[in-house]
T-cell receptor, first 110, second 111 residues
């Protein structure tokens, strides 16, 4: 079993829809929960992160972590075509590395 | 502009021919790391460095070497590349080890 599981999609939504992305993980030592966005042929770009359980909002993006169920979510409100990318969850546990999910590819149709 | 740079961006080589991929950051970060990205496997850490002259293995270090002689540079060395090292490689740096900022990637093909 992988340490971090992420549905690869692909996910296709119309412009303006809410995009919901999820990961599950097995390592209870994870403390920071990062979300990266990766455009085609580019490096991962840090979108936002949360520490421990709870919610964090940044503009149209909301990250949620439920440590009791080992579940990580990212919501994108009012999605735009420019949000079309691969989204990677990446928890971290003080072992000096990010543990990446395989990534979910999202297409927002204009 | 704060950034991580990698060179070359694309490289095609043959089995056994030593190569080096350079990585440089201008953010004065102490932590640097190398990852490889393969379809369906996500990004996996190869090596990391907490500071100059301090390096350690990640999850997939076999076949790779690194060195950290200066704070800003962290080259990845493949002394005898093999086809299974064909991949997309990313260098990252961080001030605190968890907020990692990635370079643009190096696409390596070993034939």
């Amino acid at each position: 079993q992988k340490e971090v599981e992420q549905d690869p999609g692909p996910l296709s939504v119309p412009e303006g829809a809410i995009v919901s992305l999820n990961c599950t993980y097995s390592n209870s030592a994870f403390q920071y929960f990062m979300w990266y966005r990766q455009y085609s042929r580019k490096g991962p770009e840090l979108l936002m992160y949360t520490y421990s359980s709870g919610n964090k909002e940044d503009g149209r993006f909301t990250a949620q972590v439920d440590k009791s169920s080992k579940y990580i979510s990212l919501f994108i409100r009012d999605s735009q075509p420019s949000d079309s990318a691969t989204y990677l969850c990446a928890p971290y546990s003080n072992d000096y590395k990010l543990s990446f999910g395989a990534g979910t590819t999202v297409t927002v149709r204009a | 502009e704060a950034q991580v740079t990698q060179n070359p961006r694309y490289l095609i080589t043959v089995t056994g021919k030593k190569l080096t991929v350079t990585c440089s950051q201008n953010m004065n970060h102490e932590y640097m790391s190398w990852y490889r990205q393969d379809p369906g496997l996500g990004l996996r850490q190869i090596y990391y460095s907490m500071n100059v002259e301090v390096t350690d293995k990640g999850d997939v270090p076999e076949g790779y070497k690194v060195s950290r002689k200066e704070k800003r540079n962290f080259p990845l060395i493949l002394e005898s590349p093999s086809p299974n090292q064909t991949s997309l490689y990313f260098c990252a740096s961080s001030l605190n080890t968890y907020e990692q900022y990635f370079g643009p990637g190096t696409r390596l093909t070993v034939t």
